[in-house]
């Protein structure tokens, strides 16, 4: 049963535009939501979160947003760069003693120049 | 500061062996787990640990054993390889202070033939 779930395998976007990357989860106990990035041969690494408290978060170029009632979130990439070529992977977890994630399958975004 | 570090890279295993995983981070945290990552499935946490001394299972942990005998160490073991264990492992840590960030390596491709 997967819990947290990333629809799109992959995705192609244009440099300089908007990339959106979706997620969706069924398990109502969890209350912190993360996206972690991940390049070929590296471990992932974390990019942006958000508690379930907020409906928003912004940092520079990433904006994750969350909608409770509808238990989906969605990472925004504004403006793409060539950089952000990786796979992107959304995680789950609820607050409070061990932090452990569940993840997404994974979305691999492309960025054409 | 290496971070988080995995040895080995790489190995090759024929079903019926027993290998270990081990984990190295030098950021003094408190919390160590082990992921897998499929194609397909995202990455899953197979065992974790809260401090030196204590481990827990996770969502997949049948087939492997760990120990954490030291704050900075966590070592994965498989006691009789299967070809279902063929994965990249990777282990990660983080602080218990808040939800969500951990620190990864990166990886540990594992094939058992």
């Known amino acids: 049963d997967q819990q947290v779930k990333q629809n799109s395998p992959s995705l192609s976007v244009q440099e300089g535009r908007i990339s959106i990357l979706n997620c969706d989860y069924t398990?109502?106990?969890?209350?912190?939501f993360l996206w972690y990035k991940k390049y070929p041969a590296e471990g992932p690494t974390f990019l942006i979160s958000?508690?379930?408290?907020?409906d928003k978060n912004e940092d520079g170029r990433f904006t994750v947003f969350l909608n409770k009632s509808a238990k989906h979130l969605s990472l925004h990439i504004v403006p793409s760069q060539p950089g952000d070529s990786a796979v992107y992977f959304c995680?789950?977890?609820?607050?409070?003693?061990?932090?452990?994630?569940?993840f997404g399958q994974g979305t691999r975004l492309t960025i054409n120049p | 500061n290496a971070g988080v570090t995995q040895t080995p890279k790489f190995r090759v295993l024929k079903t019926g062996q027993s290998m270990t995983l081990l984990c190295a981070q030098d950021?003094?945290?408190?919390?160590m787990y082990w992921y897998r990552q499929d194609p397909g499935m995202g990455l899953r946490l197979i065992h974790y640990?809260?401090?030196?001394?204590?481990?827990a299972k996770g969502e997949v942990p049948d087939g492997y054993n760990v120990s954490r005998l030291k704050k900075q160490n966590f070592l994965l073991g498989l006691e009789s390889a299967a070809p279902s264990q063929t994965s990249v492992y990777f282990c990660?840590?983080?602080?218990?202070?808040?939800?969500?960030?951990?620190?990864f390596g990166e990886g540990s491709r594992l094939t058992v033939l």
């Open positions: 958000i508690s379930s408290i907020k």
């Open positions: 398990n109502s106990m969890f209350d912190y």
């Open positions: 995680a789950a977890t609820q607050a409070g003693g061990a932090q452990k994630l569940v």
């Open positions: 990660a840590s983080s602080y218990p202070r808040g939800p969500g960030e951990l620190f």
């Open positions: 950021m003094n945290h408190e919390y």
């Open positions: 640990s809260v401090g030196e001394g204590t481990t």
